[in-house]
């Protein structure tokens, strides 16, 4: 124990460090004049999660392994569940209520998914049309329970993550270009299956002003908040736009926008960084790791994390539309950081894993 304690990736660790002092630090200027307990629970969650990052950097990727079908299959049955008996929230149900605490089972599948697809695509030739088809169902399955949530976001990171996948498998072009070429009627459905108010952001997102006190209002708060900011920002505490509660969803959705505009751009500077050397690392470790399944899920966690990151920021920025996905680490939210803490702990398995091999011993199994 002691020796994979000295093992763990010393850069993962301080972007780590780095991006929980950010977070609970906008968090606090987000909800300093409004539900301080959002704060507090913020700080259990992460708690919560440094503890269940621990644990899971002590578990054996072969386990892991041998535990993706009943990861994947009870994140489903979670999915399944609900429609019939989730809780609804702003109008979305997306939320399952275990009595204790609720947790959305969207943020689990997330990684069930990558856990499936890096255990089949590591452990079957990728160019057969069944190990193409299967993979496929693998992940619509999930997507459609998603999107009827609604929860447009998440199934979009769903869609790009198992794409990512699919690419660092190895499969053959011609079967990456039929699944592209199916795109389009995966969109059609996508977007038969919007709710109005999902239809309205992606057409009002080029032109907010087409609505300013409607669907343009979120993309046009948040740009007021992020230009306002300059290079130094307004000051810890200092911020107009979150302090009279300009910003919808300020404290998940748009916290970007606070940071913004109490930090100005070298706030910003400073968390794009921290995510630069943090997905640059978790390459690193793909490339270096020590089998195939390691090298396949590390890609697949990575993917999540940039297009996170990407959405959040892009949507804020006003170059996205509003779909409602969480900054990575920033965000309040106990399911999506315990999610992404459980997600790391595994890139951080891998890292000390692939430490522990011997250069020239090549593993028996892919999935070793």
Not at 31 to 53: E, M, N, P, S, T
Request: proline fraction near 5%; include cysteine; charge should be positive.
């Amino acid at each position: 124990m002691i020796q994979n304690l000295r093992r763990m990736d010393k850069t993962i660790l301080l972007c780590l460090l780095g991006l929980m002092t950010v977070g609970l630090l906008v968090l606090y200027a987000a909800v300093y004049h409004g539900d301080i307990r959002v704060f507090q629970k913020q700080v259990v969650f992460w708690l919560l999660g440094l503890a269940l990052f621990l644990a899971i950097c002590f578990i054996p990727l072969r386990a892991l392994g041998l535990l993706a079908w009943p990861v994947y299959i009870i994140a489903l049955l979670s999915l399944a569940l609900v429609p019939l008996i989730g809780d609804v929230h702003m109008g979305a149900r997306r939320w399952l209520d275990l009595g204790v605490v609720a947790f959305q089972p969207s943020e689990m599948m997330k990684w069930a998914l990558m856990l499936i697809l890096a255990h089949w695509f590591a452990s079957r030739e990728p160019n057969t049309l069944i190990n193409f088809f299967v993979p496929l169902i693998i992940t619509i399955l999930p997507a459609a329970l998603i999107i009827i949530q609604p929860d447009l976001g998440t199934t979009l990171v769903l869609l790009f993550a198992a794409l990512a996948m699919l690419i660092a498998s190895g499969f053959a072009w011609r079967w990456i270009l039929i699944a592209l070429a199916a795109s389009p009627i995966v969109l059609y459905g996508l977007w038969q299956n919007m709710h109005n108010y999902q239809k309205g952001r992606i057409l009002s997102f080029l032109n907010p002003e087409l609505d300013p006190l409607g669907k343009g209002y979120h993309v046009i708060q948040s740009s007021i908040a992020i230009g306002s900011g300059g290079f130094w920002g307004k000051g810890y505490l200092q911020g107009t736009q979150g302090r009279l509660h300009f910003l919808p969803e300020q404290h998940t959705d748009f916290i970007f926008a606070i940071l913004a505009e109490e930090g100005g751009l070298l706030a910003v500077s400073v968390l794009l960084v921290l995510y630069a050397i943090l997905i640059s690392r978790m390459l690193t470790i793909a490339f270096h790791a020590h089998s195939r399944f390691a090298a396949l899920l590390t890609t697949g966690i990575t993917s999540i994390f940039i297009l996170y990151a990407f959405i959040n920021i892009g949507m804020v920025s006003g170059i996205l539309p509003v779909v409602g996905v969480p900054l990575p680490f920033i965000s309040y939210g106990g399911s999506a950081l315990l999610t992404m803490l459980a997600a790391l702990a595994i890139v951080m398995r891998v890292a000390i894993e692939s430490k522990n091999q011997i250069p020239w011993q090549r593993p028996s199994s892919p999935l070793s």
